[in-house]
């Protein structure tokens, strides 16, 4: 009987797998719940899986920011405008709330062609006025005659040189377009020993990169254990077959398999020498 069994272990082991794949395919299983521990065991198994897909997001995104992107300087200008000078030095109610009512008019006016034409013939600009227009933006506080001139370019020397000369322009100009002469220059644009880009912003980018990088990882490892049907352990058996385990093989390392060898030779040998 024993004999009968040996030889039909190999059929036994083959319907063994054939049944755990035929389950995993047709998701023909018991039904288990994924506790903290089975993730934990997961990420344990799968650590340098997580650590080097997540190394590489943030390695791609780090040569993409810093090699990649081109970094754009920001700076700015402010102008105080008011209407044109008259004698009385009192201003009234009136006329205050007149010239908060022009604020979005002299924004347009400083972004129109009428500006930026003498800007690029000044400055010698080769970009059109389109594009110079795009590199500007103007913005003001609110019930504040104050106008702030932001320029941004790729050059920050470059970007100084534009704010100064549009709001030079500016106050130069506007008396001849409107009924205002009185603009008065209160900050303009410096050149900074070190100036710092305000795009791309690379903490802001490696983060990102970083999160994405451990959510993308722990997907792509959640699918391979998922679509993994291979039986790696005794408890996967258990797990699919519910069925309790009688016994388990044990596997010779390479070692212990030379060492028995010998040991069989020897008693060999002695029970040839026994015979002789």
Do not use: H
Not at 92 to 97: G, K, T, V, W
Request: aromatic share 8%; proline share 3%.
């Amino acid at each position: 009987m024993c004999l009968g069994i040996f030889q039909d272990s190999p059929i036994y082991i083959y319907n063994i797998f054939s049944i755990l794949s035929l389950q995993r395919t047709l998701g023909v299983e018991m039904e288990e719940t994924v506790t903290l521990k089975d993730i934990l065991v997961i990420l344990k198994k799968r650590f340098w899986t997580i650590f080097f897909i997540t190394l590489f997001s943030v390695a791609c995104c780090g040569i993409f920011t810093f090699y990649v992107l081109t970094p754009i300087y920001q700076t700015s200008t402010q102008l105080l405008v008011n209407q044109t000078r008259t004698q009385e030095i009192q201003f009234n109610y009136s006329d205050i709330q007149t010239n908060l009512q022009l604020i979005n008019t002299y924004n347009v006016i400083i972004k129109s062609p009428a500006i930026l034409d003498l800007v690029r013939e000044e400055l010698q600009l080769s970009m059109t006025t389109e594009e110079l227009n795009d590199k500007i933006s103007v913005d003001s506080e609110q019930n504040s005659q104050v106008l702030t001139i932001f320029v941004e370019d790729n050059k920050p020397e470059m970007a100084v040189n534009i704010a100064n000369k549009t709001a030079e322009i500016f106050q130069r100009e506007v008396s001849t377009i409107m009924n205002v002469d009185n603009v008065t220059i209160l900050a303009k644009a410096v050149m900074k020993d070190r100036p710092i880009p305000i795009k791309p912003q690379p903490i802001l980018y490696l983060s990102l990169s970083f999160v994405i990088g451990v959510v993308l990882a722990f997907g792509i490892v959640l699918l391979i254990e998922y679509f993994d049907s291979s039986v790696k352990t005794e408890l996967d058996i258990e797990k699919t077959l519910d069925l309790p385990l009688l016994g388990v093989v044990a596997s010779i390392g390479k070692q212990e398999e030379i060492r028995l060898q010998k040991e069989l030779k020897k008693q060999v040998k002695l029970r040839t020498d026994g015979f002789d």
